[in-house]
């Protein structure tokens, strides 16, 4: 008969430490970077490796190829009488480098109890962490299978997710799907995701010569794709608020209710921690519940990067024959992003008819829940992984898989989230933490138990 | 008694056609770029050899150090008594190098009579040219003295070149000042400058952050440097028509009189050439006297280039701590530099107070004649050289050395330039050709002809 033990889960998961270490640092040196098309080969590396790492731990795994990276999926399958627990997770990184890493982002280094790489917390952690719960579950006789789908295009919008998984869907039954990719409130204040933002991304190019000019003999008369674009890009939001002018954008957005927003206060959310925790010096408002509702429950039309002219020292007086802005647009429910691209475009046509506009993958929002078994089971687990109880908030950050994974494996998707605002995702000088490995594995058993009672 | 004959200077310059093209290599295989700091010791090397080469035709020449880069003086006194020319040219270049560049930019190619590399028509090419004139008129004993003044810092908008003047201007006196960094109307079409455009150039700079943020963890409520910058950017240009938007920027512009106006309408200009000579696709207006004034006679404010954020393949969603706008403005007769600065200033800090401008060097206008016995024997050489009347135009370009030559120099300057406009000014795959060597060569000796008989 199995007990839910604390004390006895926190013993196990402390004897393997070291192996846990290795293993994230295995997988961490990886460059798993799913938007660089020169990281081909890292992608089925680290697919194989972690396949194998389910191996090493007693279950079956596969890396199974799609039209882009692979999948890997694994099972501890002890009995296909148990009820069974679906855990995604992604092992394809964010690109990373640069100036403002004090380390290489591609070597572990261990400070204290603190994982430096990129991908520690985004989300190889995380995967690392169930993986040792599920393991814990196996070998300590708890009733219930665990199934796991770990996917290699989380960071370029899941383009293959959906047709790998309507194939491979019937093979997984499953009674709760658990994602372990979201954040907390701060440290010391677990979260649950209610909801996540969807995302379009797009590239907004201009081409208006075939070479750089020298901006004497042809300025004047001589269209600037950068100015252009910039026009575009001030026609598309507002840069002070943040308002979005694409007109009908707002239509679909679905308000959060009284009881979302009583939760988001109830959150210990506080605006100098989130400014801290990622190197802000001024936010658009300071009020506490309108950064929350800014970040979790509202539209946005960030740009990235703006490519074309010069980048070097001093200022090259050419005007370049092109130019590339790369967009997004977080989207809330009931938003689409079929849609949002649709008014997109359809607005920066009017605005520049010889802009084109490659879209990259659209993730749909996801309206999760706060009440319920399934939404019960998680917070216990949570409380008794960590000690304090969890808020319910929003995840700002999308997960294309989500709302794949409800459609598809036909059962709820709840989320014990491991990662902390400063462990920076995306951003550089990423870490993750032995504190969330030592919390995480009791709360990822708990709520194994909780579905084995079912 | 010198007699000028232009079939003796094509014999002569015919037969040193191997040691132009020798030099040539020599000076544009040394990548003089002033624009970026690893190429502090190329400046030196450069300077040295330009030296070098005056020493070897006969003058003398010093290499003489500013608080920037080097300034290469050289005469070829015969006797002090003789009017002397005083000829200008630059030996900086501009950045050169990426995908569109079909050789090596700074190896030197030679296709048939074509010279290709970054800085062979400018300003190079015509250097070496004025100097084998300089060198023709000594030896075949025309009653001239010659001077030179080699800049190496025109490229980054000449900041020592007026202090280092005033302090060896009295060594240089001298009755005509020729400038040979201008470019012709077209092919087969020479052209002499009445005037130059200004130029203040800048880096406008906005940190809102530390370090890059996921845009879903922090989106909505962090500020978007480059979002912001690009509103900053469209509130400055109307980017459809080129009209600056900065309040009282137009307000001191000249416009070009009747008989100006005449002139550029019989330049020869021709919307189409131009269009291939830059490989432009749409221009913001098709008629011919327009585009002339746009490029010649108004002034712009261009963007350069937009640093910050992700410049690699996909989009990365994250939100960048800082970006940089890199800009111009060229300026008219009679605008000044520092009112244009300040003007930007003023609508730059109302529009958003924590961009950061920082200003380059700032050149003045210029406006020269079109008529006197100067201008007259500038056009009389380049008809002597070419065996077709220039056209009287503006330079959309800027040579800060020009005021403050004549300024300090007290003497009239006259442009004999030899660049075609397919050459390419700072643009990719940059070339010279020997036809202009070949008719540069006695145009040059022409003018120094009249001006012997002064």
Redesign the interface.
């Known amino acids: 008969m199995f007990e839910l033990s604390k004390a006895a889960i926190h013993a196990w998961i402390r004897e393997r430490r070291a192996s846990y270490e290795a293993r994230l640092r295995t997988l961490v040196e990886i460059p798993s970077i799913s938007?660089?098309?020169s990281h081909h080969d890292d992608m089925q590396k680290c697919a194989a490796e972690a396949a194998r790492m389910i191996q090493e731990f007693g279950g079956t795994a596969e890396v199974r190829q799609t039209k882009g990276f692979p999948c890997v999926t694994g099972a501890f399958v002890s009995d296909p009488k148990f009820p069974t627990v679906t855990i995604y997770n992604h092992l394809d990184v964010?690109?990373a480098g640069g100036p403002?890493w004090q380390r290489e982002p591609f070597r572990m280094t261990i400070d204290g109890d603190r994982y430096y790489a990129r991908g520690a917390t985004d989300d190889k952690g995380p995967a690392l962490t169930a993986l040792y719960a599920a393991r814990y579950a196996r070998e300590n006789g708890l009733p219930i299978n665990v199934r796991f789908l770990w996917e290699l295009e989380e960071e370029?919008g899941s383009p293959n997710f959906e047709s790998f998984l309507s194939g491979a869907a019937a093979e997984v039954p499953t009674q709760s799907v658990l994602v372990s990719d979201t954040?907390w409130v701060k440290r010391g204040k677990p979260a649950v995701s209610a909801g996540l933002?969807g995302?379009q991304?797009?590239?907004l190019t201009l081409?208006?010569?075939?070479?750089?000019?020298?901006?004497?003999?042809?300025?004047?008369?001589?269209?600037?794709p950068?100015?252009?674009?910039?026009?575009v890009?001030?026609?598309c939001?507002?840069?002070?608020t943040?308002k979005v002018k694409i007109p009908g954008f707002y239509d679909a957005v679905i308000k959060p209710t009284k009881e979302e927003l009583a939760h988001f206060k109830a959150s210990g959310f506080s605006v100098a921690a989130?400014k801290q925790a990622?190197?802000?010096?001024?936010?658009?408002?300071n009020d506490a519940l309108?950064?929350m509702k800014?970040?979790w429950a509202?539209?946005?039309?960030?740009?990235?990067?703006?490519?074309?002219?010069?980048?070097?020292?001093?200022?090259?007086?050419?005007?370049?024959?092109r130019a590339e802005a790369?967009?997004?647009m977080?989207l809330v429910p009931n938003q689409s992003p079929k849609k949002a691209l649709a008014l997109l475009t359809k607005h920066v046509k009017k605005l520049n008819p010889?802009v084109k506009i490659h879209a990259?993958s659209g993730l749909e929002p996801y309206r999760g829940v706060t009440t319920g078994e399934l939404a019960q089971a998680a917070v216990d687990a949570i409380t008794f992984g960590f000690g304090t109880k969890p808020a319910f908030v929003r995840?700002?950050?999308?997960i294309g898989a989500v709302v794949t994974m409800r459609k598809l494996l036909k059962a709820p998707v709840m989320f014990i989230g491991l990662s902390l605002?400063e462990h920076?995702?995306?951003?550089?000088?990423e870490y993750f933490d032995w504190g969330q490995v030592e919390g995480g594995v009791p709360a990822m058993v708990a709520y194994f138990a909780k579905i084995a009672q079912r």
């Open positions: 938007m660089d098309p964010q690109p403002e370029i954040i933002r995302l991304s797009a590239t081409e208006t010569g075939s070479k750089d000019t020298h901006s004497g003999l042809t300025g004047g008369a001589a269209r600037n950068l100015t252009e674009l910039a026009a890009l001030a026609a939001v507002d840069a002070k943040g989130f990622h190197g802000l010096k001024k936010l658009r408002t309108d950064v800014r970040i509202e539209p946005t039309f960030e740009v990235h990067g703006i490519v074309g002219g010069y980048q070097g020292p001093g200022v090259k007086t050419a005007v370049p024959p790369k967009i997004s977080r010889d990259e995840e700002g950050g999308s605002p920076g995702y995306h951003a550089p000088n």
